[in-house]
């Protein structure tokens, strides 16, 4: 089940996320983006506003966990070569990581988003695994 995002103010107890507006400019215009640092800083915040918005208390070292170094149980359903996505090269599967985040921007569940977040992790594969070895989490 999804949730309104217009429901409720830009600032949940201390910390700012990204406005409305800027969310939904941000999950509408993935695919015109082609810089792993920038789609990764703007995934980031989107990722972050979904899981603040769903007002059960996630702090920022619960979502930097969840971001960065989750490897989820049930993933392994989700494994490339056992999907529709196996014979998908990383430019594929970036194009259906944007389809997905537009998808999910107004109707975002958990299952949408760690969906759409499996989609960007193996798009960016390496990159994204050498960011993680650099996090302290």
Known sequence: MGFPLHCQSDCIGEVKMISEKTYYEYMCNFDSIHKFDIILERWYKCFDRILRRMDLGYKKPIIDSLFYKWEMENWGAMWQEHTEYKDYTPIQLLEEFAS????????????????TH?????????????????KEI
């Open 100 to 115: 997905e985040c537009r998808y999910i921007c107004d109707r975002a569940s958990y299952d949408r988003l760690f969906r």
């Open 118 to 134: 499996w989609l960007f992790r193996k798009a960016f594969g390496q990159e994204f695994l050498c960011v993680c070895s650099d």
